[in-house]
């Protein structure tokens, strides 16, 4: 199934925090491991995620390093206390609006998903 990109636009700071909150990683790494848990659904290109990153970086989420692995340069990033609260807080908020977007379309059915 394809996801339209606009559902997609409010939830990538959540994901790129939430998978920089189990372990620093580069940016192909990232792509790669959301394509992978969301089985196909989430692509990201670079286009796309490289922007994110910057703006995390600059509202100091998330902070960047270099390191080389066998003659290969690459770019980590990894999320900041900051980045945490950030985090802790728009997960309360995806709750929330998940919720209600059950309530209204289940019509407040409890899900066992």
Not at 26 to 45: C, Q
Not at 92 to 108: C, L, M, N, Q
Request: glycine share 8%; aromatic share 12%; with cysteine.
């Amino acid at each position: 199934m394809v996801i339209n990109k606009e559902l997609l636009k409010g939830s990538t700071v959540i994901l790129i925090l939430t998978l920089l909150d189990k372990k620093p990683m580069y940016g192909y790494e990232m792509i790669k491991e959301i394509e992978a848990k969301s089985e196909g659904i989430f692509t990201f290109k670079e286009g796309t995620l490289y922007p994110i990153l910057h703006s995390l970086e600059a509202e100091k989420m998330v902070e960047c390093y270099w390191t080389e692995d066998g003659g290969r340069k690459r770019k980590y990033y990894k999320i900041t206390k900051l980045g945490k609260k950030h985090m802790g807080e728009k997960q309360k908020e995806w709750e929330t609006f998940r919720s209600a977007v059950d309530k209204v379309i289940y019509e407040g059915a409890v899900l066992n998903w």
